[in-house]
């Protein structure tokens, strides 16, 4: 059992800045040897993929993110981050942490963090 909790969400204005994070825990859950990832939804769309980081420090990004976003972890303290700048009002959506996991088939994201709020005012 994976346990994710999310903080650092909030209110910004267009063009500024958040940082959120992603506390992981669970027992035999070894955070370092896992893929995490972001995604988002925002109301009345599909959840969508933000960033993802490998356990070795792969990392791809949505285009609509990439130059204004960064995802890094921080092994030692079992923690993904998500650093926003340059905020836009599109970037309104819940944010989730999601562990990333591969399968017979590819890969599935199979734990869930339950989502922090960011609204971007224009």
């Known amino acids: 059992q994976v346990q994710l909790v999310e903080s650092g969400g909030g209110l910004v204005q267009a063009g500024g800045s958040l940082r959120l994070s992603c506390a992981a825990s669970?027992?035999?859950?070894?955070?370092?040897?896992?893929?995490m990832a972001w995604h988002r939804q925002a109301p009345g769309k599909q959840r969508e993929l933000v960033a993802a980081?490998?356990?070795?420090?792969?990392?791809n990004y949505a285009d609509s993110v990439k130059g204004r976003f960064t995802i890094s972890r921080d092994n030692a303290k079992n923690t993904v981050y998500l650093e926003m700048n340059s905020l836009k009002p599109e970037d309104t959506a819940v944010y989730y942490c999601?562990?990333?996991?591969?399968?017979?088939?590819?890969?599935?994201?199979?734990?869930w963090g339950q989502g922090t709020q960011v609204t971007v005012s224009s």
């Open positions: 669970g027992s035999r859950f070894h955070f370092s040897i896992n893929g």
């Open positions: 999601a562990r990333k996991v591969v399968t017979t088939y590819g890969y599935q994201y199979d734990s």
């Open positions: 980081i490998s356990p070795g420090g792969s990392i």
